[in-house]
């Protein structure tokens, strides 16, 4: 789970114009000082660990750069980006990374909100229901990939379950290694994790309706389906934005799956972007083409969460 | 109306069910399959007896991690990992915190500015230069009473740790708690003759448990989940964290009673801490939602 979404705008300054501790130059140099001094472990490490690396990467993108070289990198222009470009698996990774994008985003944010209706009904046992859900989402990705590479094997899980209920009739796959199954399955499992967090979150947009508004509806006689086209999805627009862009922020991510579960076979059918780049700069020990494909993914996931920043905005 | 509205409430109840069966049913089951033999193992899984324990049950995979791979040192590690980096970015975020909201200082809001800025940007972005950006830095060695100046992080703890301390959510979660204390407390402590970091210590850090547990969650869950950074920059057996540990097991071709085991041990735990602060986790974890 990534909380890498920008908050939109900050807390009201505390701090009123007149409750200025009327004070002499010194004490405002003295506070200068010791604000400076308490906030700065926390700069110098994001600016060593965040801001040098995130220039590096466009630096490094057109020189040369080895992982482990004796030479200092030397600049060679857009050389990474043409060999990218020319790069089959390269195109391999952005089309599986998209089918990953186009499949998971509504399907897991459409079924978080379903599980989200039913938790937020007034029926016994919600905050049950809540903990079953929400436990994927704390488990390990790594755990959760091994776990359900048992489940998908050929004698595994899923597929004695699949004979037990059609008496023997039906027999499944190889799930992870059969190109035209690995990727779904994947898919299935990532959702299968990641649903618990995405209903928390509709969860908490749903509580932000007034309930006046539901009883006023019910005087009206409106069914459930006008009830919720009318109520329940006009008040969620601002949790649809982000529940949208965290989701595939994340479906651009993945990584530790494919990792895990299939090395980005069977034939190259579950390869992605940031694997490719894994793959290329530890690996093949190659910075500066994996510097070329991390920047790529970083202009994708600004495109698309731009465009969906865009298009939710556009529908007020 | 009213057996209307009891059969849907009955309706809602029988979804719920089949729906908490599809979400436990795969941790349950690799909980109970963690001590049965393999053998066990495949020939209940047809049937519900795959999550109940029963037929040949012991603690002999457990033994058998331990016997295969340092098991224990991986949990140290990982556990040494979560701990300091969650105490760590307590106090270094929540101190950032205190500086860019209760004290007026030049440069305060460009520099929370930048730190909001830096939210959009996922890891993954700059991960791989990150690689070889450690690899160059340098680090103090103590070795008996000598210093000794090291270049190059990658196989140590600190690579571990180090870049995960300050983060930029964690100082906008503190940041807005902090404004939500009354500045007057801070007049008040003054005048007991209270400087600003004794107002930070013992006036706005003790009145802050709610943020300090959020962040402490969100801090401690990537960290001992971390796969994608440990994969790259720890090599040695002696620093793996738990998670590297279960990869690299996997890969010894081990039983799957085994793995099962190990999975358990390292999840199981997380997952009692979630049920004993349940309200804690999923509050933390829908703040980062609530402020869209």
């Known amino acids: ?316 | 109306m009213t057996t209307s509205t009891a059969r849907r409430g009955r309706l809602i109840q029988v979804a719920r069910s089949a729906l908490v069966i599809f979400f436990a049913f795969p941790l349950l089951f690799m909980f109970v399959a963690s001590f049965k033999p393999d053998a066990q193992i495949f020939a209940d899984l047809g049937s519900i007896k795959a999550i109940l324990p029963v037929g040949d049950v012991s603690l002999e995979n457990y033994r058998g991690v331990f016997d295969r791979v340092p098991a224990a040192r991986f949990l140290v590690n990982s556990v040494l990992v979560s701990a300091v980096t969650v105490v760590l970015g307590i106090l270094i975020n929540s101190m950032a915190a205190f500086a860019l909201s209760r004290m007026r200082w030049r440069g305060r809001r460009v520099v929370l500015a930048a730190i909001i800025a830096t939210l959009i940007v996922p890891f993954e972005t700059f991960a791989l230069p990150l690689v070889w950006w450690v690899n160059k830095l340098p680090w103090l060695e103590i070795h008996g009473f000598q210093l000794r100046l090291t270049e190059g992080w990658l196989d140590t703890y600190q690579v571990q740790i180090l870049p995960f301390v300050a983060n930029a959510f964690s100082i906008y979660l503190f940041y807005q708690y902090f404004t939500s204390i009354p500045v007057e407390l801070d007049e008040a402590a003054r005048m007991d003759g209270a400087g600003w970091f004794g107002i930070y210590r013992r006036v706005v850090m003790p009145l802050s448990g709610p943020a300090i547990a959020t962040v402490a969650i969100l801090t401690f869950l990537p960290a001992w989940n971390s796969y994608l950074w440990p994969l790259m920059v720890v090599q040695s057996e002696e620093l793996r964290p738990v998670m590297i540990g279960i990869q690299y097991f996997f890969q010894l071709n081990v039983s799957w009673g085994q793995i099962m085991a190990y999975a358990s041990m390292i999840t199981v735990p997380v997952l009692v801490l979630f049920v004993a602060f349940q309200r804690a986790f999923i509050g933390s974890i829908a703040s980062a939602g609530v402020k869209g």
């Open chain 1, 1 to 316: 789970m990534s909380t890498t979404t920008a908050p939109e705008q900050v807390a009201e300054d505390v701090l009123p114009r007149q409750h200025r501790r009327g004070g002499t130059r010194t004490a405002r140099t003295h506070e200068t000082l010791i604000g400076a001094a308490m906030a700065s472990p926390a700069v110098i490490l994001l600016i060593v660990f965040f801001l040098v690396p995130v220039l590096l990467a466009f630096g490094l993108a057109f020189t040369n750069a080895r992982l482990i070289s004796p030479r200092p990198p030397h600049f060679v222009g857009a050389d990474n980006f043409i060999r990218l470009f020319g790069d089959s698996l390269f195109w391999a990774s952005l089309r599986n990374t998209a089918y990953f994008a186009v499949v998971v985003v509504p399907v897991q944010a459409g079924l978080a909100l379903v599980l989200a209706l039913l938790a937020n009904a007034k029926v016994r046992g919600t905050n049950f229901f809540r903990t079953v859900y929400f436990a994927p989402v704390v488990t390990s990705m790594v755990v959760i990939s091994l776990l359900w590479r048992f489940i998908y094997q050929p004698d595994g899980l899923l597929n004695k379950i699949i004979e037990a209920v059609s008496f023997g009739q039906w027999h499944g796959t190889d799930w992870l290694n059969n190109p035209s199954t690995a990727m779904p399955a994947i898919m299935f499992m990532s959702i299968w994790q990641a649903v618990g967090f995405h209903m928390i979150i509709w969860l908490a947009g749903l509580q932000t309706i007034s309930r006046d508004l539901y009883e006023a509806a019910a005087l009206d006689g409106a069914s459930t389906w006008k009830t919720f086209t009318h109520i329940t999805w006009p008040g969620l627009r601002a949790t649809r934005t982000f529940i949208l862009i965290t989701i595939t922020i994340a479906a651009l991510s993945l990584f530790t799956q494919i990792s895990v579960m299939t090395q980005g076979g069977p034939l190259d059918s579950t390869t992605t972007v940031v694997f490719m780049a894994v793959r290329s700069g530890y690996e093949q020990q190659s910075t500066s083409y994996a510097a070329a494909v991390s920047l790529v993914f970083f202009v994708l996931v600004l495109a698309v969460s731009g465009v969906q920043r865009f298009l939710t905005r556009e529908q007020d």
